[in-house]
């Protein structure tokens, strides 16, 4: 299957990614790691990228859609992929599109993940992580230390980044609202979007999209 994950920040895109890939047998294809991955290894897309991110610019659509095309031409991706992270915007998927139909090949579905947003709020500025190891990390409601403010692995001091501000975190989804939410009304005139509730624990979300999944693809 050649699947798009779509969701507000704090849906559990990249968490969903992983197990949904896993189950499905096809590489999770993030832009997070597209991006680390060319700029660690200096490829010309990543020396460009960082160029445009050393300057404090955003790095324009036709580099990231570059790397995605590169990514996906990998063997592994024959079979299928699940993007995540990519498309961003309209143009990108319009350009996804034309990658896809000049090697006669289509998207599946485009799997939107529901989230309303005070929950995503909720989710993200109640996160807090350890100074020490920023691994360990804890959430004021959902996994609470034993000890307020104290990282139960190693003693260390928990504290809420700046970039999981309530601020920040509004700020991230009016960037969601205006420039990747359209590409779901975009995928929708095409009969691709399957949307889910992002509720509840990982493994019932997952099980729900695998379902939806199954559907739409019994459904075609």
Not at 117 to 130: H, S
Not at 137 to 162: I, N
Request: net charge negative; charged share 30%; hydrophobic share 35%.
């Amino acid at each position: 299957m050649r699947i798009v994950l779509v969701g507000p920040p704090g849906a559990g895109k990249g968490t969903q990614a992983a197990f949904l890939a896993k189950n499905l047998s096809i590489p999770h294809i993030s832009t997070g790691d597209l991006f680390r991955a060319n700029i660690s290894q200096q490829t010309e897309l990543g020396k460009l990228a960082k160029s445009y991110m050393d300057a404090g610019n955003l790095v324009p659509d036709e580099v990231t859609i570059g790397m995605a095309k590169d990514r996906m031409e990998k063997p592994d991706a024959e079979g299928g992929f699940l993007l995540d992270g990519f498309p961003r915007n309209v143009s990108q998927a319009e350009a996804l599109d034309e990658m896809l139909q000049s090697e006669s090949m289509k998207l599946d579905a485009v799997l939107d993940l529901e989230v309303p947003e005070e929950e995503v709020v909720k989710r993200i500025a109640g996160r807090r992580i350890c100074r020490r190891d920023s691994s360990h990390v804890f959430h004021v409601t959902y996994s609470q230390p034993k000890k307020e403010g104290v990282c139960d692995a190693c003693g260390g001091e928990l504290y809420q980044r700046d970039d999981d501000s309530e601020e920040t975190v509004r700020t991230r989804l009016e960037v969601y609202h205006t420039q990747t939410e359209p590409i779901i009304d975009y995928y929708k005139t095409q009969g691709l979007v399957v949307t889910i509730s992002a509720l509840g624990k990982v493994e019932e979300v997952t099980a729900r999209a695998m379902e939806a999944l199954q559907r739409d693809e019994d459904g075609k």
